[in-house]
Every structure is written in C-alpha cells, then in structure tokens.
C-alpha cells in the first residue's frame, strides 16, 4: 500500500485517513514491512519516485547483462522477465516478435539473427526505458496505436509542459485468427486492449 501526497502537511491528513480506515475495518499492518516519509522506494517491482513509476533497475541489469539464449529454457527465462518489464517498452511485442517465434518451433533450438537483433534491441530499449508519468487528471490523454501483421501496440501519453510523456505502454502479440483480421480490426484489437490496460 503507498499514500502519496502532494504536500508534506497533507501527508499527515492522509496518513489519518489510511489509519481510520484500517481501524474502522479491524486490519492488522507489518510494522516491518511499513516506512513513513520516504521520497522514493520500490513497491511491487518497480520504482516509485517524484519523477513518476521507473523500471526496477535491478531488472533491467538483469536482462542488459544477460549473454544470449542457447537454449528453449533460456528463451522462456527472458520473455518472462520481459514481460514484467514490458509497460515500459514501446512496441515490446513487436520488438521481441523473433523471441516469441523462436520458442514455437517445435524442431531444434536455433537462435537466429533476427533474435539476435531482437535480444540487443530490448536491451537498448531497457537501457533508456522511459518514465511513466502520473496522468493529470484535468489534462486530456492521447492514445497512440499501432498494428503489424503479428502484433498490437498502444501508448497513452499526456502533454506536460510543453511535451507528451507516456503513462502506460501496452503490446501484444496477435494469436491465431488474430492474425487474419483486417487492419482496422486489428485497431480495434488494440483499443480494447488499451482500455483494459494489457
């Protein structure tokens, strides 16, 4: 759970209100899992700072470091960690395509060029991954989509002095009949994704 506030002052009102609540509701908090006044930690994987939402460097590291797959396991290792990671990629799915078709081959493990490409762009990608700014709630969000013939793409971002910042990014690979649709299906694919947030 995290209360964030926009002042130090509010921060006390808020914190009286969380603890109301809890007693009103008779719930029970870990004084070793609980920190007051910090300006930045890590909650559920990720990095919380004044800045907004930030990958957790340590997962980054993790990926950036990693030697390339030389087997289907190792494949499986890495789109695992990357899904995690990936509302902070721009077009992930589409970026790790090659890494996808690789673990549906159903003969022999081969790590191929384009996988290669695929694996050093992430990791470009992850190098600089963005921040995801909080939206304000009185300016309007922007969504952009995208469709390939494998994969859907959006990103809702927000103008904030003088710029678009992304708040969330969402990417998918397109399964099955997906694949088939037309291109306007698949815009709308991506929209409902969008809305549901994956």
Known sequence: MVVKSESVSRHFGDLQELFDTIGKYQLKLNPEKYS??????????FLLTHRGIEANPDK????INMRSPSTVKEVQQLTGRMASLSRFLSRAADK?????????????????????EAFSELKKSLASSPILTKPRLDMPLLVYIS????AVSSVLVQEQEASQVPIYFVSRVLQ???TRYQRIEKLALVILGSLRGS
């Open 176 to 178: 099955g009949a997906e």
């Open 60 to 63: 980054c590291s993790a990926i």
């Open 147 to 150: 469709a390939s013939d494998r």
């Open 36 to 45: 007051f006044g910090v300006q930045a930690g890590k909650f559920l994987g």
């Open 96 to 116: 790790a395509l090659p890494l996808f078709q690789c673990l549906r081959k159903n003969d022999r493990f081969a790590w191929t060029t384009e996988c290669e």
